[in-house]
Each structure stands twice: as C-alpha cells, then as structure tokens.
C-alpha cells in the first residue's frame, strides 16, 4: 500500500522515517519546486531532530515501507 500525496500540500507537510538513522526519526518538508506544469523538481526535507536537510525523490514518501505520513 502507499501513502497518498497531493503535490501541491507536500510543503510542510511531516514525515516519520521507519528505519531511524542518526537519531533522525521525524522531518518536514522544508523546501519544493514545482515547474509551470505543476510538476515537483525539487523536494528537501529536513530532520527535526538536527535540522540536517536531505533533497530526496518526493516520490520516495508514497512507499509506507520506508516513510509514515505524520509524526509516529
């Protein structure tokens, strides 16, 4: 099964990583850029434990194998 994502509410939107790495559980999207066809080019998210931003595939979110929507 996958999460459901409207690209256009991905801004701000929180995330919970199933494998914790570094203490980095829980992020936010932080940054996105979507062209004129409304199409997203780039997605940072950041981790709230460190702050430490990560640009990933906005993709890769809809895998609930990896990714929780919300703060678990």
Same mark, same amino acid.
């Given at each position: 099964?996958? %999460? !459901? #994502?409207?690209?256009?509410? =991905? =801004? %701000?939107?929180? /995330?919970?990583?199933? $494998?914790? +790495? %570094?203490? *980095?559980?829980?992020?936010? +999207?932080? &940054? =996105? &850029? #979507?062209?004129?066809?409304? $199409? +997203? !080019?780039?997605?940072? #998210? *950041?981790?709230?434990? %460190?702050?430490?931003?990560? &640009? #990933?595939? /906005?993709? &890769? =979110?809809?895998?609930?194998?990896? /990714? *929780?929507?919300? /703060?678990?």
């Amino acid at each position: 099964m996958k %999460n !459901q #994502i409207n690209p256009k509410r =991905l =801004l %701000n939107s929180k /995330w919970t990583k199933q $494998a914790v +790495v %570094n203490k *980095q559980k829980h992020f936010i +999207v932080t &940054e =996105l &850029e #979507i062209d004129d066809l409304q $199409a +997203v !080019q780039r997605c940072v #998210i *950041q981790a709230v434990y %460190n702050q430490q931003d990560f &640009e #990933i595939d /906005w993709r &890769e =979110l809809k895998d609930r194998s990896h /990714w *929780q929507q919300g /703060w678990k």
